[in-house]
């Protein structure tokens, strides 16, 4: 129980932190779901980093090396490094501007604004919102397994205690935990609400600032501790190269070159995001965003490839893990070769990348307060605290919807995969609705209706054809499974992914949403002059972002 211990301390000053947050705020809306627009450069770049990287970063990405091999830093880290912050330096900046500029809080009132749309941009919201849920689903999965892989029962002789339990009608041997999944995912659910419950975008900002600084630590200790203790980093590569069962982990061999290519517009999300975007907006200055260009690839870094390696490594300490189980494949290294005091600081660490999940949950409270009560009249007829206390209680509803997911989807998906079928790959494919808002005058809001419609089809398409051929799916390592025959390799079927014609389906999403944007916008009436010349007044918007 002593790493247990260790992280109910640390999330005990979490909840400090926010209701420190709560004594330092004002009862209005900005600073509920902005924190006044007031962040620093250096806490803007720890919690804009922080809400990016959430249990998909460290047991996402651990466990998918645990399968596929260290390719995986190659799939998301490489291009992340490169297109995220690109995407903050062009539109970050931009909408940063126009939103200071506007008042907008949240990407739909800027769309609304924009294309002169009101019931569009409630479909905007409510697909965003939809494609939001299961990334905060990947936070509460994240805590349930962290506090349970730390809290294992190791018998006499050091190794965990089995014991029976009944799954599906089925007995089946499982290791005893003093904390259970349910127990360890109540645990993070009930921490992150309370926090932004009462500290909003402040409590948030400075919660992400400190949890990003220790989980960017975590990876080096964690990497310098494992590897000692298992004879140093030369030696275990080479055991890991010399069995044939682990060498192709050190290669590419497992991930297909389509597939590696497909996984370069995944960053693209980072665009689209809810909680990027409202984050973007909570900066005091434009002059925030060079420390976040600069540094967010080296924190990429430091991150991936530690997790990554370790990942792999955890292939030849604890083989025949199954994709649900992988994801703790991090803590039980953790608890094999450290000390139970030391685990549990570094359990923590995992903790706060896991709880990162708290800007997705802010930002579905503000995108609800703004886009559907005060845009329908709500803030006008009940004023602006009662706006404020919807924000808080649908906080609550979100987080209680998200940890009841989560509980089912305990051993159906592994955190990387959930996270890429349904909260990247919409987002990212979403991509060329913000880029034609912020810089083509001839963008339409039914150009934009058509990519949210397409993004909406796609999606559930997608998650139809996987859903409906669990049956045929091949095992890691088997070839792809062709789903219709008489169509050839049209749709493939991998182990945790519908593929078209070998690739994911992110890669035709973004590229159909890029035609349709264009051709149907060219098809459409364009907004009226006043609009236009509101947001493309020459250096009208440049000139605020320098003087400020």
Request: charge should be positive; proline fraction near 4%.
């Amino acid at each position: 129980m002593i790493p247990a211990m260790v992280v109910l301390v640390y999330l005990s000053l979490i909840v400090y932190i926010g209701i420190f947050a709560f004594r330092k705020g004002r009862s209005t809306g900005e600073d509920f779901f902005l924190a006044s627009r007031s962040l620093g450069s250096s806490v803007f770049l720890l919690a804009l980093f922080g809400t990016n990287m959430t249990a998909f970063a460290i047991l996402g990405s651990s466990g998918l090396a645990y399968q596929r091999g260290i390719g995986v830093y190659g799939l998301m880290a490489s291009a992340s490094g490169l297109v995220i912050p690109l995407s903050l330096f062009f539109i970050g900046t931009r909408l940063w501007a126009l939103g200071k500029k506007f008042g907008h809080m949240t990407q739909v009132q800027f769309f609304r604004d924009r294309w002169e749309c009101s019931f569009i941009g409630t479909v905007i919201f409510a697909l965003t919102a939809a494609m939001l849920v299961p990334y905060i689903i990947i936070g509460v999965m994240g805590g349930g397994h962290t506090l349970e892989a730390l809290t294992t029962v190791m018998g006499p002789d050091g190794k965990p205690v089995l014991v029976e339990v009944v799954r599906n009608g089925q007995t089946l041997l499982a290791t005893q935990h003093w904390v259970s999944f349910e127990a360890g995912g109540a645990a993070v659910a009930l921490v992150v609400m309370s926090y932004v419950f009462f500290g909003g975008m402040r409590g948030t900002a400075w919660v992400n600032a400190l949890q990003t600084a220790m989980f960017l630590c975590f990876g080096t200790i964690a990497f310098i501790l494992i590897s000692k203790n298992l004879g140093g980093f030369e030696q275990i590569i080479a055991r890991l190269s010399a069995d044939p069962k682990t060498a192709t982990l050190l290669t590419r061999h497992k991930i297909p070159v389509e597939e590696f290519f497909s996984y370069t517009f995944i960053p693209l999300s980072a665009v689209m995001f809810p909680h990027m975007a409202i984050m973007c907006m909570t900066a005091k200055k434009v002059s925030a965003f060079k420390k976040t260009v600069i540094f967010y690839p080296i924190c990429i870094m430091l991150i991936w490839l530690p997790c990554v390696y370790l990942g792999v490594l955890a292939a030849d300490q604890f083989p025949g893990l199954q994709a649900g189980e992988s994801d703790d494949v991090l803590l039980r290294l953790l608890t094999a070769n450290t000390d139970a005091w030391l685990a549990g600081a570094l359990g923590a660490a995992i903790m706060a990348c896991v709880m990162a999940t708290d800007s997705q949950i802010l930002a579905l409270g503000t995108m609800f307060t703004e886009d559907i009560f005060a845009h329908y009249g709500g803030k006008k007829r009940f004023g602006e605290k009662a706006q404020v206390w919807t924000g808080r209680a649908f906080v609550v509803l979100i987080t209680a919807v998200a940890y009841f997911i989560g509980l089912r989807l305990q051993d159906k998906a592994g955190i990387f995969e959930l996270a890429i079928r349904f909260a990247f790959s919409g987002f990212a494919a979403l991509a060329p609705v913000m880029v034609a808002a912020l810089f083509w005058k001839r963008s339409t809001k039914w150009g934009a209706l058509a990519v949210t419609l397409w993004v909406a089809a796609t999606m559930m398409g997608t998650w139809y054809l996987y859903e409906s051929t669990l049956g045929i799916a091949p095992k890691p390592g088997q070839p792809l499974v062709p789903i219709f025959p008489e169509l050839g390799n049209l749709f493939l079927r991998s182990p945790g992914n519908v593929l078209i014609y070998g690739y994911l389906p992110v890669m035709p999403m973004c590229l159909g949403s890029a035609v349709l944007m264009v051709i149907v916008s060219l098809l459409s009436r364009p907004p009226g002059r006043t609009t236009l010349e509101k947001y493309f007044p020459g250096a009208g918007v440049l000139s605020l972002a320098k003087s400020s």
